[in-house]
C-alpha cells in the first residue's frame, strides 16, 4: 500500500512539474502600440489571446502602450512588435532602423475624412480650402498623401486632441481626419457625419505588424507564431464580429460607459473592412493568405511618401517587407477551426446581455 501511495504521489508531483514546464513553455512577447491600449481597435489581438491562437503557438502576449516611439522601441530590442503606418514605416528604414514589416494588418487604406451631413462638404473637391482637424500633428503625414493624390489643395490642418469630432460635430473645424473603425463606431453613437473614403483616391495598404531584423534571423519561430496567431484573430473577427466584440468588452468592461452594443460591433465590421476590403471579390483577394503584402499597394505607398517628402527616394520592397511569414502561416484547416470557434461562441459581456445577446 505504501508503495502505491508513493507511486501516487509521485505521478501527482510529475503531473504538477508537468503543468508547470507546459506554462513556462510559452515565450512572452509584447506589442507595443503608441497610445492606451483600452479600446476595442485591437479586438484581433484580443480575440487571438481568449481563443487560445497565442498559446497554440506556444507565444503569451502582452500589448502595452509605448513609452517613447513604438518603431524606436522594437528597433533596439524593447518591445518585440508594432503596428505603424507607412508613413512612419518607410522614413524608419530610410533612416537606418533595423525593422521590417511581417504581416499587412491593415490591406485596405483605412484613412478618410468626415465632415457634417448638410455642411456642403461631400466630395474630394469640396476639400479645398478646408480646416482639418487632427489628434496630433504627426498625424499630417497620413492625411496629406490623400488630398495630394486627390488633388486637394489649402487645406489648414488644426491639432484638436482627442474631441476633435467634437468640434467638426460644433463646426468649429470643418473636416475630420479619421478612419474605418472610428467613424463607424462614431455614426453608431448618432454623429450626423459624411465619410470621404481615402480607399477611391488611393488604393494602398495602411498598418503594418514589424519587428526587428534581429528578431526576424534570430527567433524566426516566435515571428511565424505571432504572424499565425493574429491571422486567426482577424479572422475570427471577420467571421463572428459580435464575438469579437464581447470578447474586447469582458477584457476592458470600461468601455460599456462609452460605447453601446451597436457601437462595438460596428467597430468589428470596420476591422473586417479594414482587413479584407468591401466585397466578396475584395475578400477572397485579401484572406489568401490574411495579411499578404501587395506589391502594387506599396508602390502607392512608396510614390506617395516620396511624393510628400516623406522618403527622399524609392525603398525596395524587400527592404520593407516579407511575405514569408503569412504565407507560411494560417491554413484551411485552421481557417475551418477558427469559423467553428467564431459560431460556437456565447456572449458573455454585460453590454451584450443588455442587447438581449
Excluded at 485596405?108 to 451631413?117: M, T, V
Excluded at 468591401?278 to 499597394?297: A, I, L, R, V
Aim: proline share 4%; hydrophobic share 45%; glycine share 8%.
Amino acid at each position: 500500500m505504501k508503495k502505491i501511495l508513493a507511486l501516487a504521489l509521485s505521478l501527482v508531483l510529475c503531473l504538477a512539474m508537468a503543468g508547470g514546464v507546459l506554462a513556462e513553455e510559452l515565450t512572452p512577447v509584447t506589442l507595443v502600440m503608441p497610445r492606451s491600449i483600452e479600446t476595442l481597435a485591437d479586438a484581433p489581438f484580443w480575440s487571438a489571446v481568449e481563443m487560445g491562437y497565442f498559446a497554440e503557438e506556444g507565444l503569451e502576449l502582452t500589448i502595452e502602450e509605448a513609452t517613447g516611439t513604438d518603431v524606436q522601441m522594437v528597433a533596439v530590442g524593447q518591445a518585440d512588435f508594432a503596428l505603424p503606418a507607412p508613413s512612419l514605416i518607410l522614413p524608419s528604414i530610410e533612416a537606418g532602423l533595423p525593422i521590417k514589416a511581417v504581416l499587412q494588418y491593415g490591406a485596405w487604406n483605412i484613412f478618410g475624412f468626415s465632415a457634417l451631413n448638410g455642411s456642403g462638404i461631400d466630395t474630394w473637391e469640396d476639400l479645398n480650402g478646408k480646416t482639418i482637424a487632427l489628434g496630433d500633428a504627426s498625424w499630417e503625414a497620413l492625411a496629406q498623401p490623400l488630398l495630394d493624390a486627390a488633388g486637394v489643395t489649402d487645406v489648414e490642418y488644426i491639432v484638436a486632441g482627442e474631441n476633435r469630432y467634437v468640434q467638426v460635430e460644433e463646426g468649429k473645424i470643418d473636416v475630420l481626419f479619421t478612419w474605418l473603425d472610428e467613424i463607424y463606431l462614431l455614426l453608431a453613437q448618432g454623429f450626423d457625419f459624411n465619410y470621404i473614403d481615402g480607399n477611391e483616391v488611393l488604393k494602398n495598404s495602411a498598418n503594418a505588424i514589424v519587428c526587428s531584423n534581429d528578431t526576424i534571423a534570430n527567433r524566426p519561430e516566435v515571428v511565424q507564431g505571432f504572424v499565425t496567431a493574429v491571422q486567426k484573430g482577424i479572422y475570427f473577427v471577420a467571421a463572428n464580429p459580435e464575438a469579437a466584440a464581447d470578447i474586447v468588452l469582458n477584457r476592458f468592461p470600461s468601455l460599456a460607459n462609452t460605447v453601446t452594443w451597436e457601437g462595438a460591433v460596428a467597430v468589428m465590421d470596420a476591422i473586417k473592412v479594414q482587413s479584407y476590403g468591401m466585397t466578396e471579390e475584395d475578400f477572397e483577394e485579401m484572406s489568401n493568405p490574411t495579411g499578404f503584402f501587395f506589391d502594387y499597394k506599396w508602390d502607392i505607398n512608396i510614390d506617395s511618401c516620396v511624393t510628400a517628402g516623406t522618403i527622399s527616394e524609392p525603398i525596395e520592397h524587400d527592404l520593407v517587407y516579407t511575405n514569408e511569414f503569412v504565407n507560411n502561416g494560417m491554413t484551411d484547416e485552421d481557417k475551418a477551426t477558427v469559423e467553428a470557434d467564431a459560431a460556437a461562441y456565447v456572449c458573455t459581456s454585460e453590454l451584450a446581455k443588455a442587447a438581449g445577446k
